[in-house]
């Protein structure tokens, strides 16, 4: 027969029933929710680190619009030399087909005010060109001696400076633009060449090249001879017809048949660039 428990034990025994229950509820209770507690703040420090990246790209937001503000207003300059106002209603529409009329309509007034006479007008039609950089690349020479004597590196040093421009455009990327050649067969004299080339000069502000030009009399009349018949009567009172040549008394002022190639170069213009507010 079990002894009767005394208040001791019972103490004793409420207390391991305690700490049992206690231990139980820790583990099937508050450790997980304990672990999800500790996992919840590794995401909350992650999301947090990430919201103040987030925050500082923010913050650098107005430096970077005001930084493609200004390249694209330095682009745009730079650009409306390759806009060409003779194609604007093809940069507008996009459609080529009417390009070549655009043309004579833009190039006509410099060829009537030039009054030269147009035998013939040829244009070729919109097409794609790339364009190369023009620089100079200077001709340094070097040998085994001279070499050998730059135990400084002055030499090399001096050589790479003065080729530092030419090596950084050699590596650029090339840019095509839309072309479009023309082919002018003229006549008349060398004040209306003269004349339409310096309205072609005025033209700078659009990208217009004046590829070649080839005159088939270029002394435009100077020192050409022509051949006249003139009668002359003989002592015996006979008349007889005598040819012979007479300078023309032109001064370089006559004219003469003038080839002229022209290219038009032209780049769509750069859209702005969208920023938000």
């Known amino acids: 027969m079990m002894r009767e428990m005394s208040y001791r034990d019972k103490m004793i025994l409420l207390i391991i029933s305690v700490i049992i229950i206690l231990a139980v509820g820790f583990f099937a209770l508050i450790r997980p929710k304990y672990n999800t507690l500790v996992a919840d ?3 909350y420090n992650d999301t947090y680190t990430e919201w103040e990246g987030i925050e500082a790209k923010k913050a650098q937001i107005p430096v970077l619009k005001d930084n493609i503000t200004k ?3 330095e682009a ?3 650009a409306q030399m390759f806009v060409n106002e003779a194609f604007e209603p093809v940069n507008d529409t996009l459609d080529n087909l009417k390009a070549n009329y655009f043309l004579d309509q833009y190039i006509q007034p410099m060829i009537d005010d030039s009054q030269l006479k147009v035998d013939s007008f040829s244009l070729g039609g919109i097409t794609s060109q790339t364009l190369s950089y023009y620089y100079y690349t200077p001709d340094i020479l070097t040998y085994s001696l001279l070499e050998s004597a730059d135990i400084n590196g002055a030499y090399a040093a001096q050589a790479a400076d003065l080729l530092k421009t030419s090596n950084a455009l050699s590596e650029r990327l090339e840019a095509e633009v ?3 050649n023309l082919s002018l067969s003229v006549s ?3 004040e209306n060449l003269m004349t339409f080339l310096t309205k072609m000069k005025e033209e700078e502000e659009n990208a217009v090249r004046i590829t070649n030009v080839s005159i088939a009399d270029y002394s435009f009349g100077e ?3 022509q051949t006249i018949t003139e009668q002359q009567t003989n002592p015996d009172g006979t008349v ?3 040819t012979r040549e007479v300078p023309v008394a032109s001064n370089g002022q006559g004219e003469s048949t003038m080839e002229i190639g022209i290219t038009f170069y032209n780049a769509k213009p750069i859209d702005k660039p969208v920023l938000g507010d």
Do not use: L
């Open 223 to 225: 020192g050409q001879t």
């Open 41 to 43: 703040k590794a995401i």
């Open 178 to 180: 839309m072309t479009n």
């Open 188 to 190: 008349g004299k060398k």
């Open 240 to 242: 007889t017809e005598v």
């Open 71 to 73: 390249e694209y207003n």
């Open 76 to 78: 745009e300059e730079i």
